[in-house]
């Protein structure tokens, strides 16, 4: 088993307060091949950005399984802008669509199809709305508060709990609820789930590709 990597955020803090001179930094955020995320940051100067304003920028599409070696120029198309709660404001996250060298739409490019479907539909004010429970996990692959060797109690406490033996981690809970507001999520709930260090956050109701 590797070792576990750590990250000491304290020395981060006293960078994020540096004055940055008039300049942002846009974090790419996109979609791969494997429907995993990757993103790559650049430079531009402090405005108002929408995703107009915004350069298309590229990546080596290769490196992702999104375009073959000989020709893998795959182009970030921005569509959105979001207020980025990690390095604060002004900069910024950029949700871009990739797109070929030729103009087309990147054969993973789902979110491009979505949309011409979502703009079809769009006098039927289509809603949607997602839940996504998930478990936190520490070093050793083991959910926080679980006892070393053993199991927490039944279930019957845990879900919607409060108070110490019932729930674990709620600050990390916490600050991704207030970073998904701080960036316009539209996060609309949170809460504990059935054991010790599961949780689950719901975003919406949105319309259509919104």
């Not at 994020?16 to 008039?22: A, E, F, M, R, V």
């Not at 039927?124 to 109690?153: C, H, I, K, N, V």
Request: proline share 8%.
């Amino acid at each position: 088993m590797a070792a576990p990597i750590t990250s000491r955020t304290e020395t981060l803090q006293k960078f994020l307060k540096l004055d940055q001179k008039g300049m942002i930094m846009a974090e790419y955020v996109w979609v791969d091949a494997d429907g995993g995320t990757r993103s790559k940051s650049r430079t531009l100067p402090e405005k108002d950005y929408t995703p107009e304003d915004l350069p298309v920028w590229n990546f080596d599409g290769s490196s992702t399984n999104q375009a073959p070696g000989e020709n893998s120029d795959v182009y970030l198309r921005p569509c959105a802008v979001y207020p980025d709660p990690f390095r604060g404001s002004p900069n910024i996250i950029v949700l871009a669509e990739c797109w070929n060298a030729d103009g087309t739409p990147n054969k993973f490019n789902f979110r491009h199809d979505c949309v011409k479907v979502m703009d079809q539909y769009a006098d039927d004010e289509p809603w949607f709305g997602l839940e996504q429970e998930y478990t936190l996990l520490g070093s050793d692959d083991r959910p926080y508060g679980w006892p070393a060797g053993g199991f927490p109690a039944p279930q019957g406490e845990y879900y919607c709990g409060v108070g110490t033996g019932k729930v674990v981690q709620r600050d990390i809970v916490e600050a991704h609820y207030k970073a998904c507001l701080y960036a316009g999520i539209k996060i609309s709930g949170t809460n504990a789930e059935v054991m010790p260090a599961q949780w689950e956050y719901q975003v919406g109701p949105c319309t259509g590709i919104e």
